[in-house]
């Protein structure tokens, strides 16, 4: 075989597809960097519409919170209103008073109860894909 129907490579000519090793690394490092600024734009975003939706579900629950609160304070008076009917007013609001502390402190410990079972808000999809972006990383390396 001649040398004519080899490829010939002139001095500081590579083979095509033979590329340096500072030149992968460079580009390895720089899709790594691109890579990493996507998913923080990503929890950016995901932890973005948490917050509104935590927002909205807040204000909401005030409101409901507000208007449930007015109807109790009518329930109270009527139901001291119709003790008193039986029992003087005075011992009227007492058992109303008991029976409403007795509620409240029920309620507290079942709210403290799904308070601590709550998951931490976290952006778990950006997480998720983090972790599966470094197991491809590693995996590639070691090829």
Do not use: C
């Amino acid at each position: 075989m001649s040398s004519s129907t080899q490829p010939h490579h002139g001095p500081g000519q590579q083979a095509p597809g033979s590329e340096p090793v500072s030149e992968l690394v460079q580009r390895a490092s720089q899709q790594l960097s691109e890579l990493v600024r996507g998913e923080l734009r990503l929890a950016q975003m995901e932890m973005k519409e948490k917050g509104k939706r935590y927002g909205k579900g807040g204000g909401l629950f005030g409101g409901a919170g507000l208007v449930g609160f007015l109807m109790l304070e009518a329930l109270v008076a009527t139901v001291i209103a119709a003790l008193a009917v039986a029992l003087p007013v005075w011992a009227a609001a007492l058992i109303v008073t008991a029976v409403l502390g007795l509620v409240a402190a029920v309620m507290a410990l079942t709210g403290k109860k799904e308070v601590s079972r709550a998951a931490p808000p976290a952006p778990q999809q950006t997480i998720e894909n983090v972790k599966a972006d470094m197991a491809e990383i590693k995996e590639s390396a070691h090829r």
